[in-house]
DNA sequence: TTAATATGCAACCATTTGGTTGCATGTCAA
DNA sequence: TTGACATGCAACCAAATGGTTGCATATTAA
């Protein structure tokens, strides 16, 4: 559960999306996350190990069935390493104001 | 530059190491960058062009030697995506609270 | 002009990665 | 109890990745 791992973990676009259905709807079973998945589900199956080793994915047993849960927490811990606090809410103005303009199209 | 090659250059320590060195002094040179890289000048070459390539990093020539800048902007769009607003802030203190906590040992 | 310095390009190689298939195990429901 | 369903484990494979070496090019300074 290093940072390392949760750096590796966040490089595949199958993992992103992974945590992006777990963010729309969290406490998915593995083969609710499989469905319009375009892979085997043991793969799906490696990608939520790599995404719980990095601490960013939490699990739960319930019978037969084991719940996804998102945990975003080392994600925020990434924008802390290189942004500063002051820096970091010039940005998010920036963002907003790109957002805001964007709506007007 | 598309958001997937920010992943993929983030997952790289090396490349990591890279950016803390750009943060801790910005603008420096291809060959200042090398030193106490344990490896060879190409290798890191190969790196700072992935970085580039996501725009996590910008270049700047200056005669026959290349000055690289941190750009900070791609990484705070990451913490954007899967963290709302007001659950960010949380974040925040909690980090912030952690990290007094840390000084007092 | 010429030597030293700073960077660029390309071929090559070992290891890691992301995927597959095949089979095993565990749990629910009829 | 037995079949269907949800997940786990392991071997295998092609492609991507991170590194190397060797040589080329361009700029500065003596």
């Known amino acids: ?60 047993r319930k019978g037969r069935e084991k719940q996804h849960y998102l945990n975003p927490v080392p994600i925020n811990e990434i924008a802390e390493r290189w942004i500063g606090k002051f820096e970091r809410h010039r940005l998010d103005a920036l963002s907003d104001l790109k957002k805001r303009l964007e709506r007007e199209d």
């Open 1 to 60: 559960m290093s940072m390392d791992d949760v750096f590796r973990a966040l490089a595949d676009p199958t993992r992103r999306q992974l945590l992006d259905k777990l963010h729309a709807k969290n406490g998915q079973t593995l083969n609710a996350l499989c469905a319009e998945m375009d892979m085997t589900r043991q793969a799906v199956t490696k990608h939520l190990a790599i995404l719980e080793e990095a601490n960013l994915v939490t699990t739960l």
